[in-house]
């Protein structure tokens, strides 16, 4: 392999590691089957190794879907200072004022999450086993990289600041070196009353983390300066990483941040997994393990989904706001 090859390579599996790695997506759908209730976790257990490996298929499409990039972040502070409290947390509402255009431009993560979450709901309604799964490993990615503080910010990888690698290097190096440190017993999945603001209520507190993650990481490169970076193969790449030594001080400094928000990411999936079973009406899932419906069956049932919906928005306000 020639030498612009080998550095595009690097380059490449440089951003691929910068979404929680797939490590931390991996790590965090697995754990979050856990909270679910008996009635949930018999099915999800079942299929745990699905919901654990299709947690990355999002990161995987953002090279070939157009629209797929600004779903996993927000650039609240484009939008002001004031940014958490004059943001309408509501689709329709930002886009009388901001532009659906300028939102696509600087992220819809919370946006995306409520659109994922009644798309869950539908495959429970349809009782497709196949949907259920698939949207809900997608669904675990994105309140996941909602979490994480440099998904929330312009200077998502320190570009700003000449701290250029810091986005992979929170949420990547660190989950792998030190999660064997991490507590991850997060209790019950318990329901959402409301799950658009309580994806929004993630988002404010991963924010409010920004301007700490990116000073202090500045502060400490200056007293480590040559030792601040080193080699290590993964695979068969050799990729330029953060020494172990950095790492260890950098995650003493955040003071348990990254444990933090993987166990915020991980309960709230657990709860918008079952909120979203329970406002489907709590169907069998017992019964859906093994059955694999014919596309006939699953014809029907998104028509008499359909026809619910349809008679629901005749009588009360359309519940998504999307």
Known sequence: MNTSLKLLSLVLLWIILSSWGFFGHQRINRLAVFTLPPEMSRFYKTNINFITEASINPDRRRFSVPDEAPRHYIDLDHYGDSA???MPRFWNAAIEIFTEDTLKAYGIVPWHVNIMFYRLKDAFLMKDPDR????SADLGHYIADAHVPLHTTENYNGQLTGQEGIHGFWESRLPELFFSEYDFFVGKATYLEN??????????SAHRDVEFVLSEEKKLAEKFKERKYTFETKGRQTVKVYTREYSKAFHKILDGMVERQMRAS???????W???WVDAGQPDMKSLIDHKPSED???KRRQEVEEWKNQRVKTRDHEQDS
């Open 84 to 86: 958490l409290q004059k």
């Open 132 to 135: 259920i799964l698939r949207i």
């Open 195 to 204: 799950p658009q603001l309580a994806i929004w209520a993630g988002i404010e």
């Open 266 to 272: 991980i309960k709230l999936i657990g709860d918008f």
């Open 274 to 276: 079952f909120t979203a």
């Open 297 to 299: 069956e699953l014809l």
